[in-house]
């Protein structure tokens, strides 16, 4: 079983930028495509990003695609959401979510494909 622990979150300006980081420990992070979601209060969790174990596939929400950038870094068994231009309505609490698969190419982008969870990082974009 793979344990992921996420940081980064906090509060920030409209039009600012954060980096979450995801960091894992228990198994080998290259067998797992990793995918970032957010939750906010009183929606359901919504799908972010998502990254294959190479690091060589990437896919994004439309609401974050152009401004949030994933990636991996498999020797430090992390991977990041690089988040620019965000918004108001980025506010949410983000997690992170690994996904044992035996390609290195894909990612899926539903959560039920995820069995690993990180316990979330708050992220708040002040108007």
């Known amino acids: 079983q793979v344990q992921l622990v996420e940081s980064g979150g906090e509060l920030v300006q409209a039009g600012g930028s954060l980096r979450l980081a995801c960091a894992a420990s228990g198994r080998t992070f290259s067998n797992y495509a990793m995918g970032w979601f957010r939750q906010a209060p009183g929606k359901e969790r919504e799908f972010v990003a998502a990254?294959?174990?190479?690091?060589?596939?990437?896919g994004y929400a439309d609401s974050v695609k152009g401004r949030f950038t994933i990636s991996r870094d498999n020797a430090k068994n992390t991977v990041y959401l690089q988040m620019n231009s965000l918004k108001p309505e980025d506010t949410a609490s983000y997690y992170c979510a690994a996904d044992r698969l035996y390609t290195y190419s894909n990612y899926h982008t539903a959560s039920y494909d995820y069995p690993y969870w990180g316990q979330g990082t708050q992220v708040t974009v002040s108007s």
């Open positions: 990254i294959s174990r190479s690091g060589g596939s990437t």
